[in-house]
Structures are given as structure tokens and as C-alpha cells.
């Protein structure tokens, strides 16, 4: 039998929507490790928050948010991803670090964007630290590729040797994932008031053809973060803020 392609990707969407149905405890088991650490900030001093939708959390006790107005966010920090063994050993630093410079850059400009774009108009986004402001800084811990795009660096390599790619590859579980670590500080005290520390995998979808460019289902990911952020910015106290799915059934 004869099965065009619209009707391939409708099959394929179908199965997918019924595989999903129902399967809480597999949407668990599908969900991203907790990164090891980077060092930006002290995973030991945070723990897991059930309000909030990160691996490990902390708040200061007794802070008085509403007192906040405003909020500037700094560049993203590629050092401790750069500078890490596992990524020295995998990669071919000065193939690849445009690529995360551009990572990082996405990420500060999601994060501001969700913020200027909140109908709530919880922070307004300064372009320097304002005394009275709220200054957030990000580090990228890990930046691994999908699995489709490691399988074509093993064959032509320009980042590095197929063997190196391999391990990378074992390591993420054939899956593109991004770590992050964050601290948010009083602008003019430099108080550290809060930390975070999330690691997400790609999700699982019925046709990824994010998964068919380099680092595209990073962006997807920084996409659900930068939403988040602005969720728990405007949350109510004792409101829980979600983590996001691990599935998806967009193709792009």
C-alpha cells in the first residue's frame, strides 16, 4: 500500500497521541538527570523545590520581592562549559565555540524578551544594574547535540574525532540536552536572593526535525526556561509552577 507523506505524518502524530495518553510515570522516566554541577553556583547549599520546576532551588528566607521592580539581565557565561574536562576531551574548542556563543546569546535574549513581553509587566528589563534592581546571571553547563547531528559529526567530524563524538553521545543518552545554572542578586547590595539549577533533555516527538540542525532543540529548551522564569516572577505564593514536558508533537 501506497502511503503518502501527509498522510505518514498523520499515522505518525496518532500513534504519538496515543502513546501519551496516560503515561505519567513514563513522562517521568523520560525526563532529564540533574547536571553534576558546573560551579557557578553551590548545588550542595539548594535542594528540590516541589514549587518550582528546576532540579535544585534556593530562596533566601524572609526576601520581600515586592520591592522589586525591575531587572537586569547579564551575558550568559560560557566559561564553565568551556573550560569543562568532559567538553576539552569531546570537542574541538575553536570549531565549536561560536556555536555556543550563540547558544548563550539566545538565551539572554529569550529571557529579556519574556520579560518585555509579560502582560503582567512584572520587571521592567534595564539595559545596566539600577540601584533597586534585580540583576540575574546565567551560566551554560552543558551543551551536547541530538543524536542525529552527533551521527553526521561521526562520519565528517569538523568538531572533533568520531570517538570523541561517540562518548559525547553515550553520555547524553543519543539526546541533544542543555544545563544551566542561575543566581539572582539585590543590584545594590550584591545579596545573592535566590539560585537555581536545571539540566533538559530534547523532547521526545513524533517526526524532530529540531533534532536535524545543530543545537536546534537547544532552543527549544530556552524556550520553556525563559517561560518559566516569567511564570515564577508573577506566581502566588503557594502556586506551583510546572516542569515542562519531555514531549512534543511539533515537527519543527
Known amino acids: 500500500m501506497n502511503i503518502t507523506w501527509p498522510r505518514r505524518i ?12 496516560g503515561c505519567q510515570s513514563t513522562s517521568e522516566s523520560m525526563k532529564a538527570k540533574p547536571s553534576q554541577g558546573g560551579g557557578f553556583v553551590p548545588l550542595e547549599e539548594m535542594s528540590k523545590r516541589e514549587d518550582l520546576p528546576f532540579h535544585k532551588a534556593w530562596v533566601k528566607a524572609g526576601t520581600d520581592w515586592n520591592r522589586y521592580r525591575s531587572l537586569y539581565i547579564t551575558d550568559v ?27 548563550a546569546l539566545y538565551l539572554q535574549q529569550r529571557v529579556k ?3 518585555q513581553k509579560d502582560p503582567a509587566t ?14 540575574l546571571e546565567m551560566a551554560l553547563i552543558e551543551l551536547i547535540p541530538s543524536n542525529p547531528v552527533m551521527e ?11 570517538v570523541a563524538v561517540s562518548a559525547a553521545q553515550k553520555a547524553s543518552g543519543g539526546k541533544g540536552s542543555v544545563a544551566i545554572e542561575a543566581k539572582i542578586t539585590d543590584a545594590e547590595t550584591g545579596t545573592v536572593l535566590a539560585m537555581f539549577a536545571d539540566r533538559e533533555q530534547a523532547k521526545v516527538g513524533p517526526v524532530n ?28 505564593p503557594g502556586e506551583v509552577v510546572k516542569d515542562s514536558s519531555p514531549f512534543t508533537l511539533k515537527p519543527w
Open 77 to 103: 557565561s560560557t566559561r564553565y562549559l568551556l573550560e569543562a574536562n568532559w567538553w576539552q576531551q569531546n570537542f574541538r574548542r575553536d570549531q565549536m565555540e561560536n556555536d555556543v556563543r550563540q547558544i
Open 209 to 236: 526535525l529540531r533534532g536535524l540542525t545543530w543545537y536546534g532543540e537547544a532552543n527549544a529548551i530556552i524556550d520553556d526556561w525563559a517561560e518559566q522564569l516569567v511564570k515564577i516572577a508573577n506566581k502566588r
Open 152 to 162: 553526521a559529526l561521526s562520519l565528517a567530524a569538523p568538531y572533533g574525532s568520531g
Open 122 to 135: 512584572r520587571f521592567q528589563v534595564m539595559s545596566s544594574p539600577q540601584p533597586g534592581a534585580l540583576i
Open 10 to 21: 498523520l499515522v505518525l502524530v496518532t500513534i504519538a497521541i496515543f502513546g501519551l495518553t
Open 113 to 115: 524578551e519574556g520579560f
